[in-house]
Nanobody, 126 residues
């Protein structure tokens, strides 16, 4: 069973930065498209960013474009989400997810992802 473990969440002031990490178990990490999703209280889970398995194709939600960057380190089986200029509306539980389907373009649909982490909470508040 593939396991994903997120870390790096916490409390940060508006305008601050955080880097989330997601370690993926097993030997197939390089074949997965990866995604970061978030869910704020009372809201549906939304796709924040995705990255193709070779790191060529990316997607960013309009709300985070220019502030967040998704990246991956195949040697470490890890995907990152660098979050800058954080706003109160970025407050949510952030989940990383892996899609093993070998689709060319990474999906933004949560049901297309096979494996999920447990989530890490990000709170942006002064």
């Amino acid at each position: 069973q593939v396991q994903l473990v997120e870390s790096g969440g916490g409390l940060v002031q508006p305008g601050g930065s955080l880097r989330l990490s997601c370690g993926v178990s097993g030997s197939a990490f390089s074949t997965y498209n990866m995604g970061w999703f978030r869910q704020a209280p009372g809201k549906e889970r939304e796709c924040v960013a995705t990255l193709s398995r070779k790191g060529v194709h990316t997607f960013y939600a309009d709300s985070v474009k220019g502030r967040f960057t998704i990246s991956r380190d195949t040697a470490k089986n890890t995907v990152y989400l660098q979050m800058n200029s954080l706003k109160a509306e970025d407050t949510a539980v952030y989940y990383c997810a892996a899609d093993s389907s070998l689709r060319v373009l990474p999906s933004t649909v949560s049901t297309d992802y096979d494996y999920w982490g447990q989530g890490t909470r990000v709170t942006v508040s002064s």
